[in-house]
């Protein structure tokens, strides 16, 4: 039997029919909402390629039933970009390099994003372990550690909002 | 990864969680983070017909110090509420530290207290430190509730004592007594997404003068369930803290586990670990009073 869910994404209200059985990342990759960006990986909570931001905090989306997610706010990473200008999360990964085959990306950005919010200005340590969580096979992480450092000083030179 | 078939609810109440898996006699699951029982729903080493939410009970949340010396963890506390809450990192440290360096932040973000206990891992983080603190869980089934003291409710590895007709509410644990130190330390080759190779948690009553009145020191990793290890305990009660007595107390804390050799160590490291680990455990709270 489908269930109704209310989910705000980046911002707008949903109202989605889901499978008892759905994921949250599946739901969000569905054709209700089409949100392709956040990225299906290992599905056992060890990659962090479908890491979405849940009432704030980082999750793998591949680990929340769609039904349990009911009532909750999500932010994918559809929802970085304002009015087609990219935050500084995604402008410092782009400069930085820190983008290789772009899979991790998605939800590298998500938790950078996560700790960014709690932590305006993290040491590197802070950042490593703010990214424990998601795998890169490409990078070897130092230039994403970079970048992240780099939208951290842009940010709050702005201010702190990313 | 596709998950199996199975119908959903979440419980308003307690009552109405324990009643629907009461009558579904062994074939309904409860959920709460997921983290542990997605995986395992995946790999179909549990396929219920039924999965019973109980995240939206929010008298399972929270921390509370219910009289001067007795202390409360709702069960749906995750282990990033464990580690960020002060009167936790400021009474129970040792609980802190284990809840902050499990899985990643997305894990910490979701997992509970009460998922680490019932899924009983041989290497669960907070077991250790519930355990040395001396907590007793609250067990609430149709009719009546028990407490059930931490060091009697892992039964084997994933295997506890709850009944299909019960969930947990709630984790009861004392405030220790003044001059109390407590440390975690895990051993893996990483620092996160580590499950232990062998984990030491030290708990110590130290008297003004630096002498030991009450010690619990409980070995993780190393047996089919945490194991104290009375005869380093009973070595450090009465006596001073120093550096032998910590390398003394390490060589008798190997008595007490029992360790299996598999991909992630031989058992003769364990062994070596445990004594190192517990010997550094207690020097650590010797420079920290």
Do not use: W
Request: hydrophobic share 40%; with cysteine; charged share 20%.
């Amino acid at each position: 039997m489908k269930i109704v869910i209310h989910l705000k994404v980046n911002g707008r209200d949903h109202e989605l029919l889901v499978k008892p059985n759905e994921t949250l990342v599946q739901a969000l990759r569905g054709t209700q909402l089409n949100l392709t960006g956040t990225k299906q990986a290992c599905e056992l909570g060890d990659c962090g390629a479908c890491t979405v931001l849940m009432n704030g905090r980082a999750v793998n989306s591949c680990l929340v039933l769609a039904a349990q997610a009911d009532g909750a706010e999500i932010e994918t990473v559809e929802g970085l970009a304002v009015e087609g200008q990219l935050s500084p999360i995604q402008e410092s990964f782009m400069e930085g390099g820190a983008i290789q085959c772009g899979f991790c990306s998605p939800g590298m950005m998500m938790s950078a994003k996560a700790l960014l919010d709690e932590t305006p200005s993290p040491t590197r340590d802070q950042i490593r372990h703010g990214i424990a969580g998601n795998l890169c096979r490409c990078t070897g992480y130092y230039k994403i550690v970079n970048a992240i450092e780099t939208a951290a000083h842009h940010c709050s030179s702005k201010e702190g909002k990313s | 990864m596709i998950l199996p078939r199975f119908e959903y609810t979440a419980a308003a109440t307690p009552e109405e969680a324990i009643s629907v898996i009461a009558s579904h006699a062994g074939q309904a699951e409860i959920i709460a983070g997921g983290t542990d029982i997605m995986v395992n729903m995946k790999r179909r080493v549990v396929h219920p017909d039924l999965v019973v939410s109980i995240h939206k009970l929010d008298q399972l949340r929270g921390f509370d110090q219910r009289s001067k010396n007795q202390f409360r963890i709702g069960v749906l506390n995750t282990m990033h509420d464990i580690a960020a809450s002060g009167k936790v990192t400021n009474h129970f440290p040792a609980l802190a530290t284990a809840a902050g360096g499990m899985g990643s932040p997305q894990i910490r973000n979701r997992a509970t207290i009460g998922g680490n206990l019932v899924s009983s891992r041989p290497a669960a983080d907070t077991i250790g430190p519930l355990m040395g603190y001396g907590a007793q869980i609250r067990l609430q089934g149709l009719k009546d509730e028990r407490l059930v003291p931490m060091e009697n409710f892992c039964t084997g590895p994933g295997e506890c004592v709850l009944f299909d007709n019960e969930i947990m509410t709630d984790i009861f644990l004392d405030i220790p007594k003044p001059n109390t130190h407590g440390v975690y330390l895990k051993f893996g080759t990483r620092e996160s997404m580590e499950i232990s190779i062998v984990s030491v948690t030290t708990i110590l009553t130290l008297d003004d003068s630096g002498v030991c009145q009450q010690a619990r020191i409980v070995l993780g990793a190393v047996a089919p369930t945490f194991v104290r290890a009375p005869e380093a305990e009973r070595l450090l009660q009465g006596n001073r803290l120093s550096e032998e007595l910590a390398g003394q107390a390490g060589e008798l804390a190997q008595q007490s586990c029992n360790p299996i050799t598999d991909t992630r160590a031989s058992a003769e490291y364990r062994r070596m670990l445990v004594s190192a680990l517990t010997r550094k455990s207690i020097l650590q709270i010797t420079s920290l009073k």
